[in-house]
C-alpha cells in the first residue's frame, strides 16, 4: 500500500447533510422552497405567525412606578376608581384602557388567524415565581414572588416595586381590570349571602364566619374576542295527532308526528368571552371544588380595563397565569359551539317535540387573545373531611358586586327538616285517604 | 295516570322529602350555578340559515318529546364533524 503524498494539495472539506459545512437554516426559515409544496402545504408553511399586540409598558420596566408630578413611588389606586393616586403629593391620574389603547372593542369582523397580545403569550418554560429588582434609590435586591403578588417594598429605602416587565416570566398579562367594590361593601354582601343561609349551615362554619377576613385576588383570565361559523345537524319533529284511547281504567295519550332532518349554519363574532387562564381556577367540577362559585360571578365590564400597571394591584393579592393560548382553544371552541346552539334554537321553534342535534361543528375564523386580572372578593372557608374535604367560596365581583358563595351544610339537620316534612305530607295523604275512602 | 285508589298519594311524602332536600342543598351549596356566556356575551350574529326535509312520520308514540331531545341543552356536545373543505 502506497504512502499517500503530503505534497499534493489537501483533499476539499467534506460537505453535504451532517458534515460541518453543513450551514443550518436561519431561524424562523424553511429547508425547502416553498413555491415547490403543494398548495395546502404550502398556503401553512408561508401564513404569517400569529401576530401579537405589544401592550408591554417599556417607561415601567425597571420595576418602578412613578407619580408624573413628584416621582415618588408610592402610588395605589384610588379605592372605587380607575384613577392612580400619588400618596405622597396627591397628584391623580388615568390608567389607560386598552381597548382604545390598542384597538381591542374593533375589527371583530376581519379577524383572522390568531392574534396574542403580548401579555397572553406562551409563558416562558423556565420561568420562576420569584424575581428579583435592584432598588435604583439605594442598591438594594428586592425579590417578589408572582404567584402571589405583583408589588413589593425596598426594605431599606422604602420605594414600592411592581412586576411591570412581561416578558421576563409570562406572569404579567395585558391589562387590569380595577376593584370598584370596596372591601366594606363586600364584606356586607357576603354576611347578607351567608345570612339568608344559616339555619342549614355547617357548626363550625357558623362559629368562625369573620366576612371582614375575605380578601381581594386578582385572577387570570383571557379575554377571547372571536370570529366563527357553526353548522348543526340533527333531527327534529312536529305533533300531527294527539289521541286518548282507553284500555279498562287506563287512559293512554298518544302521538303522531312527522319528523325531519335539520341542518343549521350561523356565522357570528364573540366580544370579551371570559376564560379562566388559571388550570386550578378552570377545573369546574362541583364534586370536587367550588370554582363554579367564581365562575358565577362573570362577567365583567371587561370594556374598561386599564393598561398593565402594578401599582393598582398594590394592598391585592393575585394569582399567576399558567395556560397558554394553545391548551384554552378547545374551551373556546365548546364555548362557541354552545352559544351558536343558543343562537339557533329561535330557528327551531316550529318543532314542537324537539330538536335532537346529532352532530355539529365550528371553525374558527379568528380570535384575539388578551390575558387580564380581574378582581374577586373572596372569602373562603375549609370544611374538614375525607380527601382533604372542601374549600368553599363566597365571591363578590369587584367590579359588578355579583355575589355568589357556596355555604357548607349541616347534613343532619338538612336529612331530619326534609324527613319531617316528608312525614307530615305522608301523614295528611293518609288521612286525606282514610276520610275518602 | 288516575288511579281510582289514590295510592299513588303515598309517593308525595317520600317526594316532598326528597325534593325539599334537593332544593335546600342547592339554595346552600349552588352547585347548578355557573356564567352563562350564552347569553352575557355579546354575540352579534348573521341570520340563521338551513334546511329542513321531512323523512319520516311517527304513528301512535307515548312519547311527548323526540328522543334524545338536546335543543336547550347547549353544553351538551354531540359528535363532532370534521368540517368539509369549503375550496
Known amino acids: 500500500m502506497s504512502r499517500p503524498d503530503n505534497s499534493s494539495a489537501p483533499e476539499a472539506a467534506p460537505t453535504g447533510p451532517g458534515s460541518p459545512r453543513d450551514v443550518p437554516p436561519a431561524p424562523g426559515s424553511f429547508p425547502i422552497d416553498p413555491e415547490t409544496l403543494p398548495d395546502p402545504i404550502r398556503d401553512e408553511v408561508l401564513a404569517p405567525d400569529p401576530i401579537a399586540i405589544n401592550t408591554s409598558a417599556e417607561e415601567l420596566k425597571d420595576g418602578l412606578n412613578r407619580c408624573p408630578k413628584c416621582g415618588s413611588t408610592e402610588i395605589r389606586q384610588k379605592p372605587g376608581s380607575d384613577l392612580l393616586v400619588c400618596l405622597y403629593c396627591r397628584n391623580e391620574w388615568h390608567g389607560q384602557r386598552v381597548e382604545e389603547e390598542f384597538g381591542l372593542g374593533t375589527g371583530l369582523d376581519d379577524l383572522e388567524g390568531t392574534i396574542i397580545a403580548s401579555g397572553a403569550q406562551n409563558i416562558a418554560a423556565d420561568a420562576a415565581s420569584l424575581m428579583s429588582f435592584k432598588c435604583t434609590g439605594c442598591g438594594a435586591e428586592v425579590t417578589i414572588n408572582t404567584d402571589n403578588a405583583m408589588t413589593a417594598r425596598c426594605h431599606w429605602c422604602r420605594h414600592v416595586f411592581g412586576v411591570n416587565e412581561q416578558v421576563a416570566n409570562g406572569a404579567v398579562p395585558d391589562a387590569v381590570l380595577p376593584f370598584h367594590i370596596k372591601k366594606d361593601d363586600a364584606v356586607a354582601r357576603i354576611r347578607q349571602f351567608v345570612d339568608k343561609r344559616r339555619m342549614f349551615a355547617l357548626k363550625e362554619f357558623k362559629d368562625e364566619f369573620t366576612p371582614e377576613n375575605v380578601i381581594g385576588v386578582y385572577l387570570p383570565y383571557m379575554i377571547v374576542d372571536g370570529k366563527a361559523s357553526v353548522d348543526v345537524a340533527g333531527q327534529g319533529e312536529i305533533e300531527t295527532r294527539r289521541y286518548t284511547r282507553q284500555n279498562g281504567k287506563q287512559k293512554t295519550t298518544y302521538y303522531d308526528a312527522d319528523v325531519y332532518q335539520v341542518e343549521r349554519h350561523v356565522d357570528f363574532t364573540v366580544d370579551d368571552l371570559p376564560l379562566e387562564s388559571s388550570t386550578e381556577r378552570g377545573n369546574l367540577d362541583t364534586a370536587a371544588n367550588t370554582n363554579n362559585i367564581i365562575n358565577t360571578i362573570l362577567p365583567f365590564d371587561t370594556k374598561n380595563a386599564v393598561k398593565w400597571n402594578a401599582s393598582f394591584l398594590s394592598g391585592f393579592s393575585s394569582e399567576k397565569r399558567d395556560r397558554d393560548v394553545d391548551h384554552l382553544h378547545p374551551r373556546l371552541e365548546d364555548q362557541l359551539l354552545s352559544i351558536a346552539r343558543a343562537q339557533i334554537e329561535k330557528s327551531v321553534g316550529r318543532y314542537d317535540r324537539g330538536v335532537r342535534w346529532d352532530e355539529e361543528d365550528v371553525q374558527v375564523h379568528g380570535s384575539r387573545w388578551v390575558s387580564m386580572y380581574l378582581p374577586v372578593w373572596l372569602y373562603s372557608y375549609q370544611q374538614p373531611g375525607r380527601n382533604g374535604g372542601m374549600l368553599h367560596y363566597i365571591a363578590v365581583n369587584g367590579r359588578t358586586g355579583e355575589t355568589m358563595g357556596s355555604v357548607p351544610v349541616q347534613q343532619w339537620k338538612l336529612l331530619l327538616a326534609a324527613l319531617t316534612v316528608g312525614t307530615f305530607i305522608e301523614g295528611f295523604v293518609i288521612t286525606f285517604l282514610a276520610f275518602a275512602s | ?87
Do not use: C
Open chain 2, 1 to 87: 295516570m288516575s288511579d281510582d285508589s289514590g295510592l299513588w298519594l303515598l309517593s308525595l311524602g317520600p317526594a316532598g322529602a326528597a325534593g325539599l332536600y334537593w332544593a335546600l342543598y342547592r339554595f346552600y351549596r349552588n352547585t347548578d350555578k355557573s356564567h352563562a356566556f350564552e347569553h352575557e356575551t355579546a354575540v352579534e350574529a348573521k341570520p340563521v340559515t338551513g334546511s329542513d326535509h321531512k323523512i319520516n312520520e311517527i304513528k301512535g308514540t307515548q312519547q311527548t318529546r323526540i328522543n334524545g331531545d338536546n335543543v336547550r341543552a347547549y353544553r351538551k356536545r354531540v359528535r363532532r364533524l370534521r368540517r368539509r373543505d369549503p375550496g
